[in-house]
């Protein structure tokens, strides 16, 4: 089921294997209308690379995800050039918010993509990468790196690693 009423609308079904959440639309997906669209971003190959999807998509391609089990969000809907332009309101307004999405649809997975973001977000100062203590909306949560070409401390291979992690129960 495709949700229509964000900017950038939701990519979600219920009882999904794993809810990708990114921080923001950037811009240009909001203009486009598809999540994850910048050529810089990794998104699309680590989700292929990591084995979640049999080959690899087009940003066009988003509102297929539930075909495998997989669907994408965001915790702030406005789009930014930068997630820097967020403010702390705005992420812990859309933690909220997810809380409730996920809550409604029950992935088995909450994968956020951005540290920084969920640390803000969900008052986490020193949450880590990888699985969290915390169930958000019910749901296993765990933070990995965002897919942005700008996040340069991990590279594409470290990506699918991670992602592909979150297919295994």
Request: charged share 20%; aromatic share 6%; net charge positive.
């Amino acid at each position: 089921m495709v949700e229509p009423a964000k900017p950038l609308r939701d990519v979600v079904a219920p009882d999904l294997d794993v809810l990708f959440c990114g921080i923001n639309p950037s811009l240009m997906s909001a203009e486009r209308g598809h999540h994850f669209a910048r050529p810089g971003n990794r998104f699309w190959p680590a989700l292929h690379l990591g084995g979640l999807t049999p080959r690899l998509l087009r940003p066009d391609e988003d509102a297929s995800l539930p075909e495998f089990g997989l669907g994408v969000t965001n915790v702030v809907s406005r789009p930014t050039r930068t997630a820097a332009e967020l403010t702390a309101d705005e992420l812990r307004a859309g933690a909220t918010a997810l809380a409730e999405l996920v809550a409604r649809y029950r992935p088995r997975v909450l994968a956020v993509l951005g540290v920084t973001a969920w640390r803000v977000a969900f008052e986490r100062p020193r949450a880590p990468l990888g699985r969290q203590p915390e169930r958000i909306g019910g749901a296993e949560t765990w933070v990995a790196p965002n897919p942005s070409g700008l996040n340069a401390h991990h590279q594409l291979p470290d990506l699918a690693r991670l992602y592909g992690q979150l297919r295994t129960p």
